[in-house]
């Protein structure tokens, strides 16, 4: 599919190759790259991803109103991807940030950390906004940079700035996934 709004944008590449696997779709000719995507959106992605697999049983989360993303959120709590929010909830109309996003890769991955953890200190000191990354997601955040998934808000490299609960971007979204998919 040609998009007729990801022309130099600077994850066009990323976005063709999301889209070529399935993944990532469009909406009537157009990718919409700096519109964010919510935590029900995301977690369809990394279903497609893994084959759309039947879930053995429906979701436990109290707020899952559509049909269309029960069964990739029941097979992600399944397999221990999502936790939600809080309270029995979802939240699937919420903006997946960039923290919540790579802290699902790193459950879909095994949830092992790895030699990233030796630069844990190294890693506090180069990003200056480090300590706005949650308790929970510190280690997949700092996985995410160790195995190059991470990607920044507007570039392939990650600045010296993370943005770890800015809501991710459709373009950022396609960085990560074709990245962690190559990884695996």
């Given at each position: 599919?040609d998009?007729?709004d ?6 066009e590449?990323y ?11 469009g909406?009537?000719?157009v990718y ?8 029900a959106e ?10 759309s697999?039947k879930p053995?049983k429906a979701?436990s989360f109290t ?14 709590e ?6 939600g929010v ?8 919420g903006p997946v ?8 890769l ?8 790895g030699m ?6 190294a890693y506090?000191?180069?990003y200056?906004?480090?300590g706005q ?5 510190k ?5 995410s940079?160790?195995?190059?998934i991470?990607?920044g808000e507007?570039?392939?490299t ?10 991710a ?6 960085v990560?996934i ?5 990884m695996?």
């Open positions: 599919v998009f007729s990801i022309a130099g944008n600077w994850a590449d976005i063709v190759e999301a889209n070529a696997q399935g993944l990532v779709y909406y009537n000719g919409r790259p700096n519109d964010t995507m919510t935590r995301f977690v369809t992605i990394l279903y497609r991803a893994c084959g697999p053995a979701a707020d899952l109103t559509q049909t269309w993303y029960r069964d990739p959120i029941a097979w992600a399944e397999n221990q991807v999502v936790n809080g309270n029995g909830k979802f939240d699937p109309g940030t960039r923290e919540q996003l790579v802290t699902i790193f459950r879909l991955s095994g949830g092992q950390s990233e953890s030796m630069f844990t200190s506090d000191d180069a200056t906004d480090a990354i949650s308790a929970y997601a280690p997949a955040v700092y996985w940079i160790y195995h190059e991470l990607c507007q570039s392939l990650v600045p010296a700035a993370l943005a770890p609960r800015a809501a971007t459709r373009a950022q979204i396609a990560m074709v990245r962690y998919l190559d695996e």
